[in-house]
T-cell receptor, first 115, second 115 residues
């Protein structure tokens, strides 16, 4: 099935710095990607929908200026956490529609820790 | 509005015994339903999906789920648990059968398997 490669798998950064997370669709084109956030022992919450060549659609309550999403090509979407703070520490996961299974394939996730 | 309720936050079984993870959904339209599994600090893996075809859906690793419209349920079962099945399981609903629809996640059920 379709594979989404997500990097880095974990990152530790200092408060006030920015962190970029990449998601690449391998062997298929993903015109749309989804970005989720997962707090410890909780479910996934959709943050935004990333559309190739256009602006991302953010869910209510998600700060657009803090979580910058870029989807410049059909195989790459990035999420940049700007001016990170400890409360941004979380597990971030991307997802794309699997063209073969008609399901959704997920990246392996990124554990962000802001100190 | 669509929603997903996973009735048990934790389920504990002995190895070799049956597994039942319960899920009820609410949807105004014909839903697509999924079960995903997540191992610690990992992404999500699709177990199975229902998209208006057969109501009994067989997935990977011996799991299956039955879509019951009258009960608005999509419970996940496995005849015999294995130690490697210990993980977090998410029931997910997506409205409609086409396009890039948002996924709504249940709160998750943590499955523990004891020797």
């Amino acid at each position: 099935g379709a594979v989404v490669s997500q990097h880095p798998s974990w990152v530790i950064c200092k408060s006030g710095t920015s962190v970029k997370i990449e998601c690449r669709s391998l062997d298929f084109q993903a015109t749309t990607m989804f970005w989720y956030r997962q707090f410890p022992k909780q479910s996934l919450m959709l943050m935004a929908t990333s559309n190739e060549g256009s602006k991302a659609t953010y869910e209510q309550g998600v700060e657009k200026d803090k979580f910058l999403i870029n989807h410049a090509s059909l195989t790459l979407s990035t999420l940049t956490v700007t001016s990170a703070h400890p409360e941004d520490s979380s597990f971030y996961i991307c997802s794309a529609r699997d063209p073969d299974s008609r399901g959704y394939t997920f990246g392996s996730g990124t554990r962000l820790t802001v100190v | 509005a669509q929603s997903v309720t996973q009735l048990d936050s934790h389920v504990s079984v002995s190895e070799g015994t049956p597994v039942l993870l319960r899920c009820n959904y609410s949807s105004s339209y014909s839903p697509s339903l999924f079960w995903y599994v997540q191992h610690p600090n990992k992404g999500l893996q699709l177990l199975l999906k229902y998209t208006s075809a057969a109501t009994l859906v067989k997935g990977i690793n011996g799991f299956e789920a039955e879509f019951k419209k009258s009960e608005t349920s999509f419970h996940l079962t496995k005849p015999s648990a294995h130690m490697s099945d210990a993980a977090e399981y998410f029931c997910v609903v997506s409205e409609g059968s086409g396009g890039y629809n948002k996924l709504i996640f249940g709160a998750g059920t943590r499955l523990a398997v004891h020797p």
